[in-house]
């Protein structure tokens, strides 16, 4: 069962967590300077500390389209995807803990579960982390922590993150002046693939920006009462339509559920927009006949190279892989009856 497959407690305005470590090993050059040779001994010492019960895929060796379907479930990142040198990924059987092998540091470990599961996510993470430490020489400093290709990872060289549903405060156009207040307590908001994506399905990315000079501890209780202030706000927002706007709005949530049963083709735009009302419909009761964990299920499979992927023939076109997309859907929804 894939991390996005199981329901969490706050589901309603969260929909997943993410702890990501970025580390070095001694001895070596950073990745962008590494030999073909380092680069390969270090993924063999790599897959020699983590053992049996990870599952390693040589990313050299899959084709773009397998490699789009990994970034699209959040295994690995877009950058991680197109490169050419030697690279590999690492993860458990359900997904939740992954390490990519020589991205921008040598290792980027992250743990991702549903709903708002932090400190879960910091303590699995930490496992992994201390797994590794015990089997190789990280690069660290007493004065910067760990060392790290970028700088703004120096010091713990943790990212945490929430990933955020925020319709109500779109809605509202108070998501430009939400960001703005984070970044003034050193937290960041992007959109579903992180850096430089879109807030596709009205999902934000809420983490970190600093890592040195704060401990774990620190930057972990900062997001997690940050996140909770912007649970809060978005809640009550929800709250305030009455009247024709709540209708309307109803209106259209019953919409879009006609579309995702019924339409003939759909385009991932489309079904990003028909997602947010759905999940929308569902936090407010006003859905019943789609679960929670069906819809993140269809958020993943219904991606282009996910979609491509698992196609009993790839699409010639847009528009077929637009028919292939409302196609599964339909079977989708009959099978989680």
């Not at 339409?263 to 009761?285: H, R």
Request: aromatic fraction near 6%.
């Amino acid at each position: 069962m894939a991390w996005y497959q199981v329901k969490g407690n706050d589901s309603d305005t969260v929909f997943s967590s993410r702890i990501r470590f970025a580390r070095n090993l001694t001895g070596y050059r950073f990745e962008a300077g590494l030999s073909t040779k380092d680069a390969e001994e270090i993924i063999s010492r790599i897959e020699g500390a983590l053992g049996d019960e990870y599952i390693k895929t040589d990313m050299c060796g899959l084709s773009a389209l397998q490699a789009q379907s990994l970034v699209e479930q959040h295994l690995i990142s877009r950058d991680f995807a197109s490169k050419k040198t030697p690279h590999a990924l690492f993860r458990n059987d359900n997904k939740s803990l992954s390490v990519m092998a020589l991205e921008e540091d040598h290792i980027r470990l992250q743990c991702i579960l549903p709903g708002l599961s932090l400190r879960d996510a910091y303590r699995f993470a930490c496992e992994c982390d201390d797994k590794l430490d015990s089997a190789l020489e990280l690069a660290y400093d007493e004065s910067l922590g760990y060392l790290t290709h970028c700088p703004t990872n120096l010091g713990t060289g943790m990212r945490a993150s929430v990933m955020l549903f925020l319709p109500a405060l779109k809605a509202a156009n108070m998501i430009a002046s939400l960001a703005h207040q984070l970044s003034k307590i050193g937290l960041t908001m992007r959109g579903l693939y992180g850096e430089g994506s879109e807030p596709h399905g009205c999902l934000y990315q809420v983490s970190n920006q600093v890592t040195l000079g704060a401990s774990e501890e620190d930057i972990l209780h900062k997001l997690e009462e940050a996140v909770q202030s912007i649970i809060e706000k978005e809640r009550k927002l929800r709250q305030q339509l009455s009247g024709e706007a709540a209708e309307r709005r109803a209106d259209r949530i019953h919409r879009a559920e006609g579309t995702l049963r019924y339409a003939s083709m759909l385009s991932s735009e489309e079904f990003f927009s028909i997602y947010a009302d759905l999940k929308l419909g569902i936090a407010l009761g006003l859905i019943d006949s789609i679960s929670d964990e069906t819809l993140n299920t269809l958020l993943i499979n219904v991606l282009p190279a996910t979609l491509t992927q698992n196609a009993p023939s790839a699409p010639k076109s847009g528009a077929e892989r637009d028919r292939q997309r409302a196609a599964f859907i339909k079977q989708a929804l009959e099978v989680s009856k």
